[in-house]
């Protein structure tokens, strides 16, 4: 029988980061130090089955332009299920958690989609931003041509035009 667990990464061992980092690791090819690096400092949604972790999940907090405001993002971070574990609705109950998290301590969700997981995150009420996306760097706001299409907002107490101009705050690694 498969247990969520949330907690913050503050109240996560050593151990269980490392069973998270080597699950996104496991679940992305492409996964790098950054990636796993921004799942961290928020809140983690972690399905264990027998002791083992098979699915993980962040919410971390944000920082989003638009309409002239800085907004408070709950932004989602390494959502992963191991492969054998997938369609039995770990995913759901990751964001579940994850969602009721976002919706009473910030302004929006946001996140960034693989083509693969679109219609999950469509199918909860997460919307595609229809606008140009940028991100805030060292060097001035530069656009992110290549996230659009891919960010996905879950519109909460502001109002949001889709189809304007959103900016992220700056990372290292990928910037959505």
């Known amino acids: ?12 061992d050593a151990e269980v980061l490392n069973a998270g ?28 089955e027998g002791g083992e972790l098979i699915g993980h999940a962040s919410v971390i907090q944000r920082r989003l332009m638009h309409g002239g405001r800085a907004l408070r993002a709950g932004y989602v971070e390494g959502v992963g299920v191991r492969a ?64 659009e299409g891919w960010i996905y907002v879950l519109p909460l107490s502001v109002p949001l035009d889709l189809s304007g101009e959103l900016t992220c705050d700056w990372r290292d690694g990928d910037v959505w």
């Open 84 to 147: 054998d574990q997938r369609g039995r609705g770990h995913g759901t109950a990751m964001m579940d958690a994850l969602e009721r998290v976002t919706r009473r301590a910030y302004d929006l969700g946001a996140l960034g989609s693989t083509q693969e997981a679109a219609a999950f995150y469509a199918a909860r009420g997460w919307q595609p931003w229809r606008g140009q996306c940028s991100a805030l760097t060292p060097d001035g706001v530069m656009r992110t041509k290549e996230e």
């Open 1 to 12: 029988m498969a247990e969520l667990q949330t907690a913050h990464t503050a109240d996560l």
């Open 21 to 48: 980092r080597a699950l996104l690791y496991d679940v992305f090819d492409d996964m790098t130090d950054h990636d796993w690096e921004h799942s961290l400092g928020g809140i983690h949604a972690l399905v264990w």
